[in-house]
């Protein structure tokens, strides 16, 4: 299995990862009756880590269609696979920025995410 779709993989725990992050360090005891209630009341690292929770979710299925996309249209698997690992390490950097509270940092994260997830959707049209 080629390396992006390893990728895809690690980018689809990274929410796992960070939500169980918020969960161990609310303030109170966990509620799983009412998750989401209970992750909203909670401040400083907790709530950090449920804001990049919800910030995987919403950076993964963009990533997931580029590396497909990327793939079904022959793109270079070297570069694919390159990009992919860049979107996971940055993500993973944006994680810990999130948590350790360096805003401008986590920005410059994102932002370098993102353009990685652009690229690998423009891979195959500009690299053949």
């Known amino acids: 299995m080629p ?6 993989l690690v980018a689809g725990l990274l929410p796992v990862l960070t ?3 918020a969960k161990m360090g609310g303030r109170t005891g966990f509620d799983n009756h009412d998750p989401r209630a209970w992750l909203e009341k909670q401040s400083g690292r907790a709530r950090r880590a449920d ?3 919800r910030n995987h ?3 993964f299925p ?5 590396v497909l996309v990327a793939k079904h249209l022959d793109a270079p698997q070297a570069r694919l696979d390159e990009l992919a690992m860049l979107f996971v390490v940055v993500r993973i950097l944006y994680t810990i920025c ?7 940092l986590r ?3 994102w932002t370098i ?5 652009v690229g690998i959707f423009l891979l195959p049209v500009f690299v053949h």
């Open 62 to 66: 963009f990533f997931a269609a580029a």
């Open 3 to 8: 390396i992006a779709f390893w990728c895809v």
């Open 19 to 21: 939500v169980s992050i």
């Open 113 to 117: 995410g993102y353009l990685t997830v």
């Open 107 to 109: 920005t410059l994260c």
């Open 51 to 53: 804001m990049a929770h």
């Open 57 to 59: 979710f919403e950076a």
């Open 98 to 104: 999130y948590l350790t509270d360096r805003a401008t």
